[in-house]
């Protein structure tokens, strides 16, 4: 992936590097609440699979926030797999966010918005057929002006929560 950094914000995305695994594992514990976020483990591992599938955001040299993924063959992600890694499929059409993570003092700065860009920009450039993530409802208008189309309650029960399926198709 092309290392890019926007003028406005400063903000460097970029393929994360395998050490930087626990770092981001520790971000993803500090951004969801403790029955939604992967264990530090969990993301070691899912670097180990899918490496190319991890861009982070940096802010002035420090990664201050990070999106990641499997692939999958429909348009859909089951909470399966969240926890199955041998349900990634390297040459799936579609690429999934399994999370977008920002630490929550660098929040409203663009980075969220800069880190799912580059991240549809990178599923266009594999040639994916689309990108699928599930959401809560008050994060829908972000995904829509993302460029995201709300397909209604997902199928899922990760966390406790309430998600919505949110796609975009290329």
Not at 39 to 58: G, S, T
Not at 118 to 146: D, N, W
Request: aromatic share 10%; proline share 6%; charged share 25%.
């Amino acid at each position: 992936m092309e290392q890019r950094t926007t003028e406005q914000n400063k903000i460097r995305i970029r393929q994360a590097k395998p050490e930087e695994a626990r770092l981001l594992g520790e971000i993803e514990n500090h951004c969801f609440p403790p029955a939604e976020a992967a264990p530090v483990e969990e993301i070691i591992k899912r670097m180990q699979v899918f490496p190319e599938n991890f861009l982070v955001a940096e802010w002035q040299e420090r990664i201050v926030g990070f999106i990641n993924g499997g692939t999958a063959d429909e348009p859909r992600l089951p909470d399966e797999m969240y926890h199955d890694l041998s349900l990634h499929r390297p040459k799936g059409a579609y690429q999934t966010v399994f999370g977008l993570n920002v630490l929550p003092e660098y929040r409203r700065n663009g980075i969220a918005t800069a880190l799912v860009k580059a991240f549809i920009q990178l599923a266009r450039q594999r040639k994916k057929a689309g990108m699928v993530l599930t959401c809560k409802e008050h994060l829908i208008p972000f995904y829509e002006s993302c460029g995201f189309e709300n397909y209604g309650k997902a199928d899922s029960s990760h966390g406790g929560a309430v998600w919505y399926d949110m796609r975009i198709l290329f």
